[in-house]
């Protein structure tokens, strides 16, 4: 094993991650043409309807009965990172925010004190397939930030930025900068309470995409930081000297520069990094605080509370199927794209 490298572990659902992330949840789905319900045309047998989860169908309708997605659900205590690859995103939230992403965008929503959210996958287009590909990051909130105001922020795909590395070779690595930055290329800005705010906690997401037998370097950081690779799509790559196949996470040393040599194929990875938080993590299924008093406190606060209530006609709310990409927050500003 190199001497860089600290573990390879293969990907299960969800990955795991380590401090100051708490998972990450990578969805793949080829979804058929959708219906006048904005859900698939094909029939829902062999789904297990509200738990289908299964990783061997070609695509699922996770926590959704007609519409694929997440129905209205509550968080507390973190943060989710949703980046939308491909397919769409319909959000709405019990604070009356709502909107559609998708195609490259990003939602960073801190879930803080309390919010109850919607993440719906509607299928739009009903004359072709809809196939959806995102992450869902879960990045801890230091204990100082847990019970903040919830909200949540947009990174548009056309404010990420795209760093592409020739090698000697003129062959392409692309990295999207989601959070953190190489070089003078920074990211755009997190939401003001989030861990990854300081940049003393070098907190880095990233998104690489190499091109058959690329070869990178991917640049160290500093060494208070941790640091995991996700080798999520490909086929086999060589890190600093070791052959390491598809589905794997590679957790390496942050503060020392690392050769990364594709194979024959296209390869695409995701990299978490940063600096642990360092306290106790006390979860239970939407809430994580710090200690089970706090996880109770929560639940009794939800049953009493519902954080605000539902404003939205139905649990699994989307949006008209004319809309673009969109964000209405609470304060009511609105963003079109």
């Known amino acids: 094993m190199s001497n860089k490298i600290i573990a390879v572990t293969a990907l299960g659902f969800p990955w795991k991650t380590i401090d100051p992330f708490l998972f990450c949840a990578y969805h793949k789905d080829d979804y058929p043409a959708g219906n006048d319900h904005f859900g698939p045309v094909a029939p829902l047998d062999g789904h297990h309807i509200g738990q289908d989860f299964d990783p061997s169908l070609p695509w ?32 709405s939230d019990s ?21 109850l959210h919607a993440e719906m996958f509607p299928l739009l287009r009903q004359d072709r397939e809809n196939p959806l590909e995102l992450f869902q990051i879960w990045l801890n909130l230091p204990k100082k930030n847990k019970m903040v105001e919830p909200h949540f922020k947009m990174l548009w ?39 990854a705010a300081d940049a003393a906690n070098h907190v880095a997401i990233w998104t690489i995409e190499m091109d058959p037998k690329a070869q990178w370097i991917l640049p160290a950081s500093h060494e208070s930081a941790k640091r995991a690779l996700y080798f999520y799509k490909g086929a086999n790559l060589e890190i600093d000297g070791i052959e390491v196949k598809a589905n794997n ?13 594709n194979g024959h194929t296209r390869s695409y990875l995701l990299m978490l990094q940063g600096r642990s938080i360092n306290e106790p993590v006390a979860q239970h299924g939407p809430f994580v605080m710090n200690t089970q008093a706090e996880i109770q406190d929560a639940f009794a606060e939800f049953r009493r509370t519902q954080f605000g209530g539902w404003p939205w006609p139905k649990n699994d709310q989307v949006h008209d199927r ?16």
């Open 60 to 91: 699922r309708m996770y926590h959704g009965s007609t519409v694929p997605g997440f129905p209205q659900h509550p968080h507390r205590g973190f943060e989710t990172v949703t980046i939308a690859k491909t397919g769409l995103v319909d959000h």
């Open 249 to 261: 996470r590679i957790e390496i040393l942050s503060n020392q520069e690392l050769k990364i040599q």
């Open 95 to 115: 604070l009356g925010a709502a909107g559609r992403f998708g195609d490259g965008d990003v939602q960073w929503m801190t879930a803080g004190r309390g919010v």
């Open 157 to 195: 795909r056309d404010s990420i930025p795209t760093i592409v590395h020739n090698d000697a070779n003129d062959l392409k690595t692309t990295i999207d900068l989601i959070a953190g930055n190489i070089e003078d290329q920074n990211a755009p800005k997190p939401t003001p309470n989030s861990w």
């Open 322 to 337: 004319a809309k673009g990409r969109f964000a209405v927050h609470a304060d009511g500003m609105l963003e079109e794209k």
